[in-house]
């Protein structure tokens, strides 16, 4: 009878133990499963910071060179009066005829020729330029978390010493409307 007690005890112990290992091993395995993934994060933190320094270092380097922005040339600098008329439309915004006056003045930033358009003192647009071959391109177009996509292209190809002609397009929502431009050199 000892001896049944005796096997039944070192039964129950080897159980019991045995029950432990399986324990103490899956929290081993869930243990290097965390840091498997502790891994992989610091490896993707390590590639984006290897990223930005390589951005950064760009950076510097065009900074080191010499930049020269591109500028309005003087007889189209400064500022124009203007009036636009719509020519063509199939926008419910915009009608055949519709006119406009506005100050369009040739101005320059930091990094390019820019165009703002002013009416009542106020500044309604402001579009980025380029001067080539005797043309001014102008464009405009709304950013992404705009509630209607908007895209214009000023054409102005006309270029005389007072008076600048061409032509303005508006893409909005599937619509488009054609619009006639004539600057005329303010005199203030």
Do not use: H
Not at 110 to 117: A, E, L, M, V
Not at 137 to 161: G, P, Q, W, Y
């Amino acid at each position: 009878m000892l001896k049944n007690t005796f096997f039944l005890f070192l039964t129950a112990c080897f159980l019991l133990v045995s029950c432990d290992y399986k324990e103490k091993e899956k929290n081993l395995t869930d243990r290097e499963k965390q840091l498997l993934d502790k891994e992989k994060l610091f490896a993707k933190k390590e590639s984006e910071y290897q990223s930005l320094l390589k951005m950064r270092d760009s950076i510097f380097s065009k900074k080191d060179s010499v930049v020269i922005a591109a500028v309005w040339p003087t007889e189209i600098s400064g500022p124009w009066n203007g009036k636009v008329i719509c020519t063509e439309s199939n926008c419910s915004e915009y009608a055949v005829g519709d006119q406009r006056t506005d100050i369009w003045e040739f101005d320059n930033d930091s990094t390019q020729p820019i165009t703002k358009i002013i009416n009542n003192n106020n500044l309604v647009r402001l579009y980025t330029g380029k001067f080539e071959n005797n043309e001014i391109r102008l464009s405009f177009k709304t950013d992404s978390t705009a509630k209607k996509n908007v895209e214009m292209s000023v054409l102005l190809n006309d270029i005389s010493d007072n008076k600048i002609k061409g032509t303005r397009t508006i893409t909005s929502d599937g619509c488009t409307a054609k619009f006639s431009v004539e600057l005329v050199r303010s005199t203030k």
